[in-house]
């Protein structure tokens, strides 16, 4: 089966700069995550969707961080201003419906790295 | 609260056995797993273990939990060059309708001939 995908790979913008990611999960995943990895650290949790509504997104900086499943497969993470403390990859997971599967494993992507300067 | 602490690095020479440890906080974890991640990818499951267990064994893999100790460990026998990655324990908070993972720093496995 084809994994998650994401673009780009690499990205660098200035401070103030906007940027989008873009995720396309495992088919028939019901459940996409986005994670920051700061350098040196693991990834944390930016916002999980289940279909296209959002389950958690305590985390998520609301203020310039965004982020859509609008049709229930594919995502969009945008930040808009950056500032250079966001520099990190940014990783996009998938899993089967944790409500029908007890323990459905994350699949991630390559990542995204950005670089704000 | 959630928080899962791990060793920074670990040298091994190759055909060693190797063992990287990870303790957590969230005495409710379900599940606890461990990833691989080389440079410039994204993070693979390699095994993971229910709480209930002990152990769980998976090729040159071995996973052991103490639950009572909340002491999660990996070896991997025969290490390999081809073992040399950042390892991340994780574990999977006590809620039922989430596969939200909270993931350690990370521990950088270097293999030497």
């Known amino acids: 089966e084809a994994g998650v995908a994401q673009s780009p790979r690499y990205k660098i913008i200035e401070k103030r700069q906007s940027v989008a990611f873009w995720c396309n999960p495992i088919s028939g995943h019901a459940t996409l995550y986005w994670y920051q990895q700061i350098l040196g650290q693991g990834p944390k949790l930016l916002i999980q969707?289940?279909?296209?509504?959002?389950?958690?997104d305590s985390q998520l900086p609301k203020d310039r961080f965004s982020a859509e499943r609008l049709k229930g497969v594919d995502s969009t993470l945008k930040i808009q201003p950056a500032k250079l403390e966001d520099s990190a990859v940014y990783l996009c997971a998938s899993s089967l419906d944790p409500r029908s599967s007890y323990n459905s494993p994350l699949h991630f992507g390559n990542g995204t790295r950005l670089t704000v300067t | 609260g959630e928080d899962v602490e791990q060793s920074l690095f670990l040298s091994v020479r190759e055909g060693d056995s190797s063992v990287i440890n990870c303790t957590y906080t969230d005495s409710s974890s379900t599940y606890l797993y461990w990833y691989k991640q080389e440079p410039g990818a994204g993070l693979q499951l390699l095994t993971y273990i229910f709480s209930n267990m002990d152990m769980k064994q998976d090729q040159r893999l071995t996973v052991l939990l103490n639950k009572k100790d909340k002491h999660l460990s990996l070896r991997i026998a025969d290490t390999q060059t081809g073992d040399s990655a950042i390892y991340f324990c994780a574990e999977k908070p006590g809620t039922y309708n989430t596969d939200k993972l909270i993931f350690g720093t990370g521990t950088r496995l270097q293999v030497f001939p």
């Open positions: 969707f289940q279909n296209n509504g959002v389950v958690d």
